[in-house]
């Protein structure tokens, strides 16, 4: 089973600070997946990272695949109350199926 | 709505009795997926259905659990004799087996509660 361990499991900053949330493994995926699931809904697809180094962009959210193709992490800058709640990375190995990370829960307090 | 749309939203039920869950993917998704998350926590991977080849059921965790497919579509998901410690949210999402990468669309979810 591949293991997706998330960092910090808890997060809570001040509107405007900086933050961020990284996923680790020791398996190399084909493709890694960031979702940001809210209280009663399911998770929301942000982006999908492909490429080792590579970076992606999105408005205030930067997301970083490692060269390995091991790990990513998710920087968001200038953190909004919008940007709470949990934050799940997933990672595929090519067989069609994701393995989810253990989570983030970020509050961002106005 | 164009959704992956889930029913019951929620179901509380008695120790030892069995309960359906059910899935309505988006329209022309061939992958459908069974997930289950307690307590806001990471995802657990439970069943994969693709088109009409046999299921991937490695993550059911026991027996009571079971999930069928009908015409391609709709999906049900059974837990039989159900426990205490079933009780949490289960996830469907679809995805388009064609796509590029495996981008899955989840719906609201079900919360169960086993008393």
């Known amino acids: 089973t591949q293991l997706l361990e998330q960092s910090p499991q808890f997060l809570s900053i001040q509107e405007g600070e900086n933050l961020t949330v990284y996923c680790n493994s020791s398996?190399?995926?084909?493709?890694l997946q960031w979702y940001r699931q809210e209280p009663g809904e399911g998770p929301v697809l942000l982006v999908t990272?492909?490429?080792?180094?590579e970076v992606k962009k999105l408005k205030r959210l930067t997301f970083q695949f490692g060269d390995a193709r091991k790990d990513s992490s998710l920087h968001i800058t200038a953190a909004q109350p919008g940007d709470t709640g949990l934050y799940l990375c997933a990672g595929e190995t090519g067989a069609n199926n994701l393995f989810f990370g253990t989570g983030t829960r970020l509050t961002v307090i106005p | 709505g164009a959704g992956v749309s889930q029913s019951p939203s929620n179901k509380v039920t008695e120790k030892g009795k069995d309960v359906e869950l059910r899935c309505d993917p988006i329209?022309?998704?061939?992958?459908l997926y069974w997930y289950r998350q307690s307590l806001g926590q990471g995802l657990e991977f439970l069943i994969y259905f693709q088109g009409n080849s046999a299921p991937d059921k490695s993550g059911l965790p026991s027996d009571r659990f079971s999930a069928e497919r009908t015409g391609g579509s709709v999906s049900t998901l059974t837990i039989q004799r159900t426990q205490q410690e079933d009780s949490a949210v289960y996830l469907c999402a679809s995805s388009l087996a064609s796509a590029s990468y495996n981008e899955q669309f989840f719906g609201p979810g079900t919360r169960l509660t086993v008393l």
């Open positions: 398996s190399v995926f084909s493709s």
């Open positions: 990272v492909v490429t080792g180094g």
């Open positions: 329209s022309g998704h061939t992958a």
